[in-house]
C-alpha cells in the first residue's frame, strides 16, 4: 500500500488569483497507475525511464490553457519575473478525456477522480507532488534572477557545452525561467560561431507529470517568447490563455531548439543507481569541459528519499569533474563546473524530512566518496563545499525556507 500524506503547510498551488483549481491531482494518478507503462506497478519504484520529447509532444491535446506566475525579485521595486504554467483544470480536463470508462459506471475511475481530488500532497511511490507548484521552486527562481552568473549563456568560440539538470522538476519553474532567458539570448545573438550547446534535463518520478505539466511548461515559455520576438518592449502578457497545438506549431518548437542549439531530455522514475547512469548518458560531450548547474527543490520532504537524492546528486555534480579529468589525461587536471542549488523548507513537519537531515547526509555521503578516492585518484571525486544561499521566512514568518549550494572544491 501507498503511503500517502499532507504537507499541513498551504494545502494548495502558488496562486495567481483563483484557488479552486489549483488542487493537486495525487488520487487521480493513483487511480489511473495501473493505466501506466508496465515500469509503474503498485509494491515497486518506478525503473528510469528516458522519454523522447517527440513522444510527449505527441500526447498533447489540440489545446492547452495556460495562465502566469508572477515572482518578484529584487533587482527593482517593481521588478518580476512572469513564467507561463498550465492550468490544473486544463490537466484535469485531458486526464478525464483519457479515460475510457463509461461515466455512469460507479468502478469508472474518472468518478473516482472527481470524487477524491485533493485529499493528498503525495502518495508514495505512486504521484510525489508535481502537478503543483510549491513555494521553494519560487525561491529558486527568485535566487537565479538576482545571481546571473549561475547560468551565464556562453557565447564565446571554443566554450564547453551546458547542462541544466532539474531534479524532481514537477512545474519545473526554475528551469522554465532558465529556459526563457537562453531564449532570449540565443534568439538575439549576433555571435558568430553559435553559442556552444545547452542540454535541459528534467526528471520527475511520474512521467504523466512530465507530460501533462513539465513540458508543456517549455512550450508555452516558447510559444509565447516567440510572439513577442517582434517588439523590444512587449506588452505584459495576459494573465490566462489558451494555446492552440496545431502540428505546425510542434514542428516549429522542434526545429527552434535545434537551430538554436538546444536539447531537451526527460526522465521518469525513482532514484537509484539505474537513473544515475541514464543521466549520465545524457550528459552532453565535449573536448572542453562541461558547465553543470543542478536544480532541485521540495526534493528531501522524505527521510527515505534523503539517501538516493543524495546519491544522485553526487552522481551528477561528479560527471563533468571526471570526464574533463579523463580527457586532459590528467591526475588533478581543472574539472568542469559543477554546481546544485538545493531549495527546501528547514523541517517538514510529520514527515520527518528537512534541510538539517539532507546536509547531513551530504557530508557522510562525501566523506565516504572521499575515502574511496584514497584508493583511486582518477575518480573525479572531491570534497564538496555546502553555503546557504538564500532564506526566507521563519521566526514568526511561517516555516523557514533555505536554498543550499553545493560545489565541487577545485572546480573552475
Not at 498550465?86 to 479515460?99: G, H, I, N, P, Y
Not at 468518478?111 to 519560487?138: M, P
Not at 573536448?287 to 527515505?304: F, V
Not at 574539472?335 to 542549488?341: D, H, I, K, R
Request: glycine share 8%.
Amino acid at each position: 500500500m501507498a503511503q500517502s500524506f499532507n504537507f499541513g503547510f498551504s494545502g494548495d498551488d502558488i496562486e495567481v488569483e483563483e484557488s479552486n483549481d489549483d488542487t493537486n491531482l495525487a488520487d487521480a494518478l493513483s487511480m489511473r497507475k495501473e493505466d501506466q507503462s508496465a515500469a509503474f506497478k503498485s509494491d515497486k519504484f518506478a525503473e528510469p525511464r528516458v522519454h523522447s520529447l517527440e513522444e510527449i509532444l505527441s500526447s498533447l491535446p489540440s489545446k492547452i490553457a495556460y495562465n502566469h506566475l508572477s515572482i518578484p525579485i529584487s533587482t527593482s521595486p517593481d521588478a518580476a519575473i512572469s513564467l507561463p504554467r498550465r492550468e490544473l483544470f486544463d490537466v484535469r480536463l485531458q486526464l478525464m478525456a483519457e479515460d475510457e470508462s463509461p461515466k455512469d459506471d460507479p468502478a469508472s475511475k474518472t468518478n473516482n477522480i472527481l470524487n477524491t481530488l485533493g485529499s493528498d500532497d503525495v502518495k508514495s511511490s505512486v504521484y510525489e507532488g508535481g502537478l503543483k507548484s510549491w513555494e521553494c521552486s519560487s525561491d529558486l527562481v527568485k535566487l537565479l534572477a538576482e545571481n546571473r552568473e549561475y547560468f551565464r549563456n556562453k557565447s564565446e568560440a571554443g566554450e564547453g557545452p551546458i547542462h541544466v539538470i532539474e531534479l524532481g522538476a514537477g512545474t519545473a519553474l526554475p528551469t522554465v525561467s532558465l529556459f526563457q532567458q537562453c531564449l532570449h539570448d540565443r534568439s538575439n545573438s549576433q555571435v558568430s560561431p553559435p553559442p556552444p550547446p545547452i542540454t535541459f534535463t528534467l526528471a520527475d518520478y511520474n512521467i504523466d507529470v512530465l507530460r501533462l505539466v513539465t513540458v508543456p511548461n517549455l512550450l508555452l515559455t516558447w510559444a509565447l517568447h516567440r510572439e513577442t520576438l517582434p517588439s523590444t518592449s512587449p506588452a505584459p502578457p495576459s494573465s490566462t490563455g489558451d494555446l492552440d497545438l496545431a502540428r505546425t506549431l510542434l514542428t516549429s518548437f522542434l526545429a527552434d531548439l535545434h537551430s538554436l542549439n538546444v536539447t531537451i531530455n526527460t526522465i521518469s522514475g525513482a532514484w537509484g543507481p539505474n537513473f544515475s547512469t541514464l543521466l549520465s548518458s545524457l550528459s552532453p560531450t565535449s573536448p572542453n569541459p562541461a558547465s553543470t548547474l543542478i536544480l532541485a527543490s521540495e526534493t528531501i520532504y522524505s527521510p527515505q528519499s534523503l539517501s538516493p537524492f543524495t546519491e544522485v546528486l553526487l552522481s551528477a555534480l561528479h560527471l563533468h569533474s571526471a570526464d574533463k579529468r579523463r580527457s586532459s589525461g590528467e591526475q588533478g587536471a581543472s574539472p568542469g563546473s559543477s554546481t546544485a542549488l538545493v531549495a527546501a523548507k528547514k523541517v517538514y513537519f510529520g514527515v520527518g524530512g528537512g534541510m538539517d537531515e539532507f546536509v547531513q547526509g551530504l557530508r557522510k555521503a562525501d566523506d565516504d566518496d572521499d575515502d574511496d578516492d584514497d584508493d583511486d585518484d582518477d575518480d573525479g571525486g572531491g570534497r564538496l563545499s555546502i553555503r546557504e544561499v538564500a532564506a526566507v521566512g521563519g521566526a514568526g514568518s511561517g516555516v523557514a525556507r533555505i536554498v543550499l549550494e553545493v560545489g565541487v572544491m577545485g572546480d573552475a
